[in-house]
């Protein structure tokens, strides 16, 4: 009989997307699961967002850095947009002070990085998470973990309590990230060295897949691998 993975019973954890804008989902636990190839940390079900603009770019030009070095963070629309709480909650743990490092599109200086995660990760939770929050929800003992924040960021402290839409920080490079982004995730205990995944879903956005031009509206789901999201909240208000 195969053992039950961690969190594969519980019930999934509905969250709003904590951003305004057009993001491209990377790393969705709609392709596969572990959506990051572990268990570790609390990553079963993580899901990545990388903001773009509405050609799908990460950046608005790539300079020599993409193709044979580095390239600042601050050239990629990610960096310094607002993260916003994507439930109601408490913050339960914060973490500040971590660089916000070059980005690496280049795979001279990408694959060379990949191979240095089992170092960073011995290095601790901080090498791996960098700035981060924590969140406790209100309606359950559960917790969501938003990730690679730009350092010095923050709008909140220890204890504050927050609801869906009240920002949290400014999206980073920091931890173990190629390129700014955020990286949300359900978890059953604050401690990352020891929580285990627990399924998301993201309520009122509008997708576009990879392989369409249009939009299409959703209630409720995961958005899928490569697909480009937008909260639909955000077009109301």
């Not at 408490?90 to 973490?95: C, G, I, K, P």
């Not at 924590?134 to 504050?160: E, M, P, T």
Request: charged letters at 20%; hydrophobic letters at 35%.
């Amino acid at each position: 009989m195969t053992a039950a993975q961690p969190g594969a019973d519980a019930e999934p954890i509905t969250l709003a997307l904590p951003f305004h804008g057009l993001w491209l989902v990377q790393n969705s636990p709609a392709r596969r699961v572990p959506s990051h190839g572990t268990d570790l940390l609390g990553e079963r079900y993580a899901i990545d967002f990388v903001g773009v603009d509405a050609r799908r770019r990460t950046a608005e030009h790539s300079g020599w850095g993409a193709l044979v070095g580095t390239e600042p963070p601050e050239m990629f629309f990610s960096f310094g947009r607002p993260i916003l709480a994507p439930c109601d909650g408490t913050v339960v743990a914060r973490h500040d002070g971590e660089p916000d490092h070059e980005a690496r599109r280049s795979p001279l200086t990408l694959v060379p990085y990949l191979l240095g995660q089992r170092d960073r990760l011995q290095q601790g939770v901080a090498a791996i998470a960098g700035n981060h929050v924590i969140l406790r929800l209100d309606d359950r003992d559960a917790y969501v973990g938003l990730v690679h924040l730009k350092r010095h960021s923050f709008r909140v402290d220890l204890g504050d309590r927050v609801t869906v839409g009240h920002q949290l920080a400014e999206c980073g490079n920091s931890g173990n990230s190629t390129q700014p982004h955020v990286h949300v995730q359900a978890m059953d205990s604050a401690d990352l060295s020891v929580a285990r995944g627990i399924p998301i879903l993201f309520r009122d956005f509008s997708e576009q897949s990879h392989r369409t031009s249009g939009f299409r509206s959703r209630d409720s789901g995961v958005p899928g691998e490569g697909s480009v999201v937008e909260s639909t909240a955000a077009r109301q208000d």
